[in-house]
Nanobody, 122 residues
Framework: QVQLVESGGGLVQAGGSLSVSCAAA????????LGWFRQIPEKDREFVAG????????YNEDSVKGRFTISRDNAKNTVYLEMNSLKPEDTGVYYC???????????????WGQGTLVTVSS
């Protein structure tokens, strides 16, 4: 079983920056990948970014590439998402997830954090 505890998030003005983090606890195989999805109102949960234990990262090319940076501290089994140049359309609940293979669809992940709200005001 994997436990994910998120922190960070909050309210920021458009153009600003915000960071969220997620501490994972569980089997090594199940936390090979740590990542973030977000739930924007009236939209399906979408992939934001993911990173493997080896440091291979993937981003949602269309929406966050170039603005968001994902990183992880393997010693702490913690993943970080630094969000820059935030836009109102980035507003949503950000969920941490863990898995063994880096995939882009939420159905491919079994473990989820409780979610943290990010609100970007215009």
């Amino acid at each position: 079983q994997v436990q994910l505890v998120e922190s960070g998030g909050g309210l920021v003005q458009a153009g600003g920056s915000l960071s969220v983090s997620c501490a994972a606890a569980g089997p090594t195989a199940s936390t090979n990948v740590l990542g973030w999805f977000r739930q924007i109102p009236e939209k399906d949960r979408e992939f934001v970014a993911g990173i493997t234990r080896a440091g291979v990262a993937s981003y949602n090319e269309d929406s966050v590439k170039g603005r968001f940076t994902i990183s992880r501290d393997n010693a702490k089994n913690t993943v970080y998402l630094e969000m820059n140049s935030l836009k109102p359309e980035d507003t949503g609940v950000y969920y941490c997830t863990a898995g063994s293979i880096l995939r882009l669809h939420p159905k491919d992940y079994n473990y989820w954090g409780q979610g943290t709200l990010v609100t970007v005001s215009s």
